[in-house]
């Protein structure tokens, strides 16, 4: 079942940290600003059932983290863990 709304809330100390720390060239910061993912969201929603089990995962985060496992080559268990740590 998907969730109403998904949205990541970034604190402005979030946000200047990122600012500060991550190259404005950086990979990742391009292609945030040539590709919007949002729009996948409508595209899988009828992957899901509206009745049953409980609000899935972000399928917008879960697209993203495939791109981050193809691009820099890495396992399941590793996207999981540059995510949870790497700022970029």
């Known amino acids: 079942m998907l969730k109403p709304r998904y949205e990541a809330h970034l604190t402005p100390l979030d946000e200047a940290l990122f600012t500060q720390l991550v190259p404005a060239e950086h990979y990742l910061r391009r292609l945030k600003a040539v590709i919007d993912f949002t729009p996948c969201r409508a595209l899988v929603a009828d992957c899901y059932s509206a009745n049953h ?6 399928p917008v985060l879960l697209l993203k983290l495939l791109v981050l496992r193809f ?16 700022l970029a």
């Open 53 to 58: 089990g409980r609000g899935a995962l972000d």
């Open 71 to 86: 691009h820099y080559g890495l396992s399941d268990e590793r996207v999981i863990e540059q995510a949870q740590v790497n």
